[in-house]
């Protein structure tokens, strides 16, 4: 009887090891979850939507988006730091869930560079620097001038504290030595109102905010702040080619998955993206946002995390910026 019972325990711890190799060559076997930190229906949102539905199809498994906003994304990374590494919930993040938040917020519920593992990266797309008519300035070298005459009376505003607009004015502030007051406010229309009506001198803003009303007339564009020029506005100048070097602020998006995450699963959902970005629909639909396609291995986007963390790092102990 003890033979058998012996024998018995033996079978089950043996099957017990076996499930995880089981689970990671049937992976997936059930829907697959993308977390997306901000409301249904933004820009990111969209992103997700648009690349899921084609690495559903790569997968050969339902990808389902969930929206768990709040907290400027940090509520959604926190849940998806905590889920299981099985490869069934991921986070669609970037920089304000794996960089911003982890250096504003002192208590997060998740360790931005142990909690997670880089899947890949989907898109890059840069911002555009922004005036309203009232300010006398057509170029970049025209505005610093300004800024600098104007002292603390001129103004940058963002979409609040803490957001990438917000923080690609404090760089571009650091960048030419200016001491613009920055002025947040709840959302990008709402702070593109007070720039057309001469309350801000300038701000730096995703290019589907502003889009719009530089068409319109109602905003100049000035230049643009990634490596190259963007597909949205490829007459504008980059920063870069005005005479700020190494000037770049680009907003990216980015697969990634609980730490620990087999590393076989972690290569078939980055295969599934690879053929995602490959598709023509998917790559419209990012430049129709000012975005372009930047997929990139495991390994490449983790690095870029880092970089990207470092820079701004920098630019908020300069700042002394705080959100708690």
């Given at each position: 009887?003890?033979?058998?019972?012996?024998?018995?325990?033996?079978?089950?711890?043996?099957?017990?090891?076996?499930?995880?190799?089981?689970?990671?060559?049937?992976?997936?076997?059930?829907p697959v979850s993308i977390v997306v930190p901000f409301p249904a229906g933004g820009v990111v949102d969209v992103v997700a939507r648009m690349v899921g539905q084609k690495m559903s199809a790569a997968l050969g498994a339902p990808?389902?988006?969930?929206?768990?906003?709040?907290a400027g994304g940090t509520i959604g990374a926190a849940y998806v730091a905590k889920a299981r590494p099985d490869g069934y919930t991921?986070?669609?993040?970037?920089?304000?869930?794996?960089?911003?938040?982890?250096?504003?917020?002192?208590?997060?519920q998740y360790d931005a560079s142990?909690?997670?593992v880089p899947v890949g990266q989907i898109s890059s797309g840069p911002l555009v620097l922004v005036t309203g008519s009232k300010v006398p300035s057509t170029d970049v070298p025209q505005l610093t001038k300004y800024l600098r005459e104007q002292g603390v009376r001129a103004f940058y505003g963002s979409n609040g504290n803490g957001t990438f607009p917000h923080l690609a004015g404090e760089m571009f502030k650091q960048a030419n030595n200016l001491s613009s007051a920055h002025i947040p406010y709840s959302g990008g229309p709402a702070a593109l109102t007070a720039l057309i009506s001469g309350d801000l001198a300038f701000s730096i803003n995703h290019i589907p905010v502003i889009?719009?009303?530089?068409?319109?007339?109602?905003?100049?564009?000035?230049?643009?702040?990634?490596?190259?020029?963007?597909?949205?506005?490829?007459?504008l100048p980059t920063l870069n080619e005005v005479g700020m070097k190494d000037f770049e602020a680009s907003a990216w998006w980015g697969l990634f998955a609980p730490a620990e995450t087999p590393v076989e699963v972690v290569k078939k959902l980055n295969d599934a993206l690879a053929v995602a970005l490959k598709d023509p629909g998917v790559r419209a639909g990012l430049e129709r946002q000012g975005d372009e396609v930047a997929y990139s291995s495991p390994k490449d986007f983790g690095a870029y995390v880092q970089a990207e963390t470092a820079k701004w790092t920098k630019v908020v102990k300069i700042a002394d910026l705080r959100l708690d």
């Open positions: 009887m003890k033979i058998f019972r012996r024998q018995v325990l033996f079978a089950f711890a043996a099957a017990a090891c076996a499930v995880p190799g089981w689970a990671q060559d049937n992976y997936p076997s059930r990808i389902v988006i969930e929206n768990k906003a709040g991921i986070l669609l993040g970037g920089s304000a869930t794996q960089v911003f938040g982890p250096v504003l917020y002192k208590k997060l142990k909690d997670f889009q719009g009303m530089v068409t319109s007339g109602k905003l100049r564009a000035l230049a643009t702040t990634g490596k190259k020029r963007s597909v949205a506005f490829p007459d």
